[in-house]
């Protein structure tokens, strides 16, 4: 008697967990593995399997030792957590056929790596990277603790068991352009039942009532900038200015998901709609702003018939600089309007 098939989610982002969604379906009996990059927001309206983000960044500076013990503990941790997700995925999967989806560049990613029926979905500009194939072949001891150092060779679609690789654009890297499908995310959610459209809004915790795009509406997406060394006063300035040059349209504010401030409290007098879900939402159940402007989100391409605003002012930081460039570029190759 054949097995059934059961799917396993290994994500990090909205982005991507709503493509999984489009691509997959909605199926209670699915497997999810999940961390903090699923804010707890969206991750309660999931049963899944919940892997801790074991960060570096609260390393101290100086001390030696602390260093070394503290890099020792993180990484104890890290295999700790794995062999447990090992042990839960044995007995959860056992009697299925297994296929499993998601992203293969996290370090709880193993199983993309070691079922045979394996597909990677995009999770943003780093699927459309020049890949080659790995220089070394790495240990399996060092696989069976998750530390897969090649990850960013294998982890985007060149590793031999993953069959497909997602993606959403046509620059496909040549080295798996032979594995990769471009979806068309609307297409996708044109096909869906009205019943699945409305639960995929649910999980993301949308409400329709709430988002109001009248009277000539300016989307200010924001991102975390502090992950690229800005400081918040810089980054309010930015928003500041923003909201100056738009002050006599309708602003509403959509916060990046891992964005922690406060924006009810930082503008009080301005919109602020829920930050967890995934901005390409808007797009797809037809709400668009007249214009939508950010520093350098990639997000801006989404909203085709809304007019583009890309934040011209100083930036001091050179990987800003790169990016918003970079996303100017890609703008223009969509022949989407962009305003001063």
Known sequence: MEKKIKRICVVDTVYTLLLYYLICGINKEDIFILSGGVPKEIRKNIKHIYFPHFKH???PDSNLILITLKRFLILTKRAYGIIKLRILLFFKTRNYNIEVYGHGHLNFSFPLYEYENSYIIEDGLGNYRDLAEPEYSQSRLLKFFGFYTNDLYEGFGTHKNIKKVYLTKNEIPKIIENKTEVIDMHKLWKDLTENEKNNILEIFNIKLEDINFNNETVLILT???AEDNVTLKEEL??????????KDKNIII????RDPKNYNEIFPKIKIIDKYFPIELLNLIGIEPDIACSVVSTALINFKKSKIYVYDGELKNEILITARNDLIKL????NMEIIK
């Open 57 to 59: 960044s609260d390393l």
């Open 223 to 225: 991102q975390p900038l």
């Open 237 to 246: 300035s930015i928003y500041n200015f923003l909201i100056e040059k738009f």
């Open 254 to 257: 959509k916060p990046h998901p």
């Open 331 to 334: 703008i223009k190759k969509e």
